[in-house]
């Protein structure tokens, strides 16, 4: 049995910062945020590492774009580089099929996309 965290992942970092803490590929991070930890601040805050916790799941988290003053951002795994066009249109595609299973999308429309994304990019070698 693991134990359950009492502090949902959001904790309080001196007086002016808010840590999250959560796994990414297999490595835990505890990137901070400047804000002042206040019940206000700290119930949203664990309202915003549930939607990160989402994107991680889906494919779609970018952690340069939510903690872009992260002192190790470099060691970040594909942070330290940017994504290729393919990266970019399977991150989309996968999204919209997350989008999908929790039928909030039509499956014709991602099928759709899909098609758009095969023919009018075919001849650009993205894949």
């Known amino acids: ?13 001196g007086h002016d910062r808010i840590q ?9 991070y505890r990137p901070t945020l ?24 889906q494919g779609t988290f970018l952690f340069a774009e939510e903690f872009p003053d992260f002192l190790h951002l470099n060691k970040v795994p594909d942070e330290g580089c940017p ?3 393919a990266q970019v249109f399977d991150a989309f595609l996968a999204h919209c099929e997350s989008r999908v299973s929790k039928n909030d ?3 014709v429309t991602l099928a759709s996309y899909r098609k758009i994304l095969n023919r009018h990019l075919a001849t650009a070698d993205w894949r």
């Open 105 to 107: 999308m039509a499956t």
């Open 20 to 28: 999250f803490d959560f796994m990414l590929a297999g490595v835990r």
């Open 34 to 57: 400047m804000r002042t930890p206040t019940e206000t601040n700290l119930r949203r805050a664990r309202e915003h590492l549930i939607g990160i916790k989402e994107r991680i799941a």
């Open 83 to 85: 994504r290729t066009c």
């Open 1 to 13: 049995m693991g134990r359950t965290s009492k502090t949902g992942g959001v904790t309080m970092a």
